[in-house]
């Protein structure tokens, strides 16, 4: 059985095709202002390299925080739950997952199925995101690529109490002319952004295996900031931004098979 | 002229009787300067909850219920705290804006800090000939409380006999009483029939029918239950009821309407609550004999337990942990407004509780003035997603 899995997310969309559980072609795009242009551009680029016809698939699920534009997806699943999925599938002996995407943070607790037992979002706040390194790695002149590995230089940080997006960017201008060195100012945007991603693991509370995924698990600075934070070991997927498209994927199987 | 309202009402269908209840939530101020209109009556504002209304009707005067949705915070911020909650804050701008400017009197209910110091802001920038508070006692399980609760409602009710330049009557106020215990029933049974078949009567339309209530002249709305009551009811006997995800809503109170779209819609039914704009609005009635104002007073002292309300025979945790048991609920949503400290207190407990009784809850924040629904809709439908598990998909 084929099925596909869409990650409409709030900057990248991404497809997932699997064939009797496996990965058989990904694809990403830019989310942009159409979403669902987006969505069908990463979707027949799947297909493109599964070397297969829509005709060929058995259900196809949409996630992701643009799931409701989507009109060519046959069904609809939370973020949540399809993170849950995609992780358990990898890694069957995760119980906590965190998944830090561009506007959006929160973390999962999950059981040895892969079903979600307890979770918590960020509140409607950039401060523990994607955007918020974006927005960071501007004021430092550095590139959201780079901006990780800048702060795995850092010797030490200093404190930085703002809770929001804008006033921390005024708060590294000042460090900037205080002056703090580059490095050290990079890895004090990661443990404050750790910090704020750590609130909602211990929300749910810990268990291990730790699980990352989602665009941010891309950066180390953040990946050791939250591992010193939370101390323990993170995990991370080989592809970590396709892990929600995967669930759905995985989800689409099990209605297709209903 | 009453008799005549109520049999114009009588030739409506359900459809119709719902509709104006639905055009009386979207428009609360219009029942209120249609009733001025008509009887040339006084209209007496208050904020949720626990206001006796019963009193204010056997005064001859209209109980309104103040609408904080349709406030700009803009307004209320040059004389309220940012960190009061979004309803006081609400509530004010309403006044501010001119909105509610047909009130002749407003009592404020004190069960908050914020509530405690609103009507002193309010008095000195929005004036009406009567303003009161009304000091509910905290501690109700105390042997004072129901004597000093007994004086609070002889002052309040004084006050409103002052200013309608007459007494209340004793009828008159085991009349308002029957009336109101009556309005509450119908409500209450319209609420079993959004248990029982939410295609029916959806989640929304009830808690709309509920502001209504909060605003929309008694025997007018009587009427217009009764109706609707009756043709539901038979609608509902065609629908089995599908299998749906049984939830509790516990908090303050009920905003946005959204929310109840994003559960109906991902299949969930709103079992229970005990927010002041719904259930705890229609649960508790006053006994018909003996001393009203003794009945009041019961009344008060024997309600469903809040975060404002402390009763330690009746603790509210162990309340709610009941409640989803005998409901059957499968969760229970916290919904919290930002800033309400007695409720974000009060939450510690109870999510311990739930935890203990294996009662999976999520606690969910919202404001008046707009919150980004789409976050609230995914927080929802992944809570959900987490009850029903395979069922997931839709």
């Not at chain 1, 939250?226 to 929600?244: F, Q, T």
């Not at chain 2, 009402?9 to 209120?32: H, M, T, V, Y």
Request: net charge negative; charged share 25%.
């Amino acid at each position: 059985m084929i099925t596909a899995g869409i990650d409409a997310g709030n900057k990248t969309t991404k497809t997932v095709i699997l064939k009797n559980g496996e990965i058989i072609a990904r694809a990403l795009k830019p989310s942009g202002f159409d979403q669902e242009k987006a969505a069908r551009e990463a979707f027949n680029e799947a297909l493109r390299l599964a070397n297969l016809d829509v005709a060929d698939l058995a259900y196809t699920v949409v996630t992701g925080a643009g799931k409701h534009v989507i009109s060519f997806a046959e069904g609809h699943l939370t973020e949540v739950s399809a993170a849950a999925r995609g992780v358990n599938k990898l890694f069957p002996e995760a119980r906590t997952v965190i998944d830090v995407g561009e506007e959006e943070g929160f973390a999962l607790k999950i059981d040895k199925e892969g079903k979600v037992v307890d979770f918590a979002i960020n509140e409607k706040c950039a401060a523990g995101t994607g955007s918020f390194l974006e927005s960071m790695s501007r004021a430092l002149e550095t590139t959201v690529e780079e901006i990780g590995q800048l702060s795995l230089r850092g010797k030490k940080t200093v404190p930085m109490n703002a809770q929001c997006v804008v006033f921390a960017e005024s708060e590294v201008i000042s460090l900037i002319h205080a002056p703090v060195a580059k490095e050290d100012i990079a890895k004090s945007i990661h443990v404050a952004m750790a910090s704020r991603i750590s609130a909602l693991v211990r929300r749910i509370g810990l268990e291990k295996e730790v699980v990352i995924i989602g665009g941010v698990a891309h950066n180390p600075g953040f990946v050791r900031a939250l591992e010193e934070d939370l101390g323990v070991e993170i995990l991370i997927p080989a592809y970590p931004d396709y892990i929600s498209a995967l669930g759905a994927a995985l989800a689409a199987g099990e209605k297709a098979g209903v | 002229m009453l008799q005549n309202r109520e049999e114009g009402a009588g030739n409506l269908n359900s459809l119709e009787a719902l509709e104006i209840l639905r055009e009386a939530a979207e428009n609360p101020a219009r029942q209120a300067t249609q009733w001025q209109e008509e009887h040339g009556g006084k209209v007496i504002g208050f904020l949720l909850s626990d206001v006796p209304e019963e009193l204010i009707h056997a005064a001859g005067f209209l109980p309104y219920a103040v609408n904080a949705e349709e406030g700009k915070l803009e307004f209320a911020d040059a004389h309220l705290q940012t960190w009061a909650c979004s309803f006081s804050r609400n509530a004010l701008a309403v006044a501010l804006q001119d909105k509610i400017s047909f009130l002749d009197g407003l009592i404020i209910p004190q069960t908050c800090d914020t509530t405690r110091m609103l009507l002193g802001i309010w008095k000195h920038v929005r004036p009406l000939p009567l303003m009161e508070n009304y000091r509910l006692p905290r501690q109700v399980d105390r042997p004072s409380a129901g004597a000093y609760l007994y004086g609070e409602l002889e002052r309040i009710k004084k006050r409103l006999e002052e200013f309608r330049g007459k007494k209340i009557e004793e009828g008159a106020l085991k009349n308002s009483i029957a009336l109101y215990n009556h309005n509450r029933q119908l409500l209450r049974q319209l609420y079993g029939i959004q248990v029982e078949a939410p295609q029916v009567l959806s989640s929304k339309d009830l808690f709309k029918i509920i502001k209504a209530a909060m605003v929309m002249p008694r025997e007018k709305l009587n009427q217009l239950l009764r109706q609707l009551f009756a043709v539901l009811k038979e609608e509902k006997e065609c629908f089995t009821r599908a299998s749906r995800h049984q939830l509790v809503i516990s908090g303050t109170l009920l905003e946005p309407l959204e929310l109840l779209d994003f559960i109906n819609e991902k299949g969930g039914v709103v079992v229970a609550d005990d927010l002041k704009n719904g259930f705890r609005y229609l649960e508790a009635d006053v006994a018909a004999n003996g001393d009203p104002l003794e009945a009041l007073v019961q009344r008060q002292l024997k309600r469903m337990p809040a975060a404002f309300y402390e009763i330690r025979e009746k603790r509210r945790a162990e309340y709610l942990v009941k409640l989803a048991r005998e409901k059957e609920a499968g969760g229970v949503i916290f919904l919290h407004l930002k800033f309400c400290e007695p409720e974000n207190y009060d939450y510690y407990d109870n999510m311990q509780a739930m935890e203990k009784a294996g009662i999976p809850a999520i606690r969910i924040e919202t404001a008046y003035g707009g919150i980004p629904l789409g976050q609230l809709q995914t927080r929802v439908h992944a809570f959900i997603e987490m009850l029903g598990g395979e069922d997931a998909v839709r």
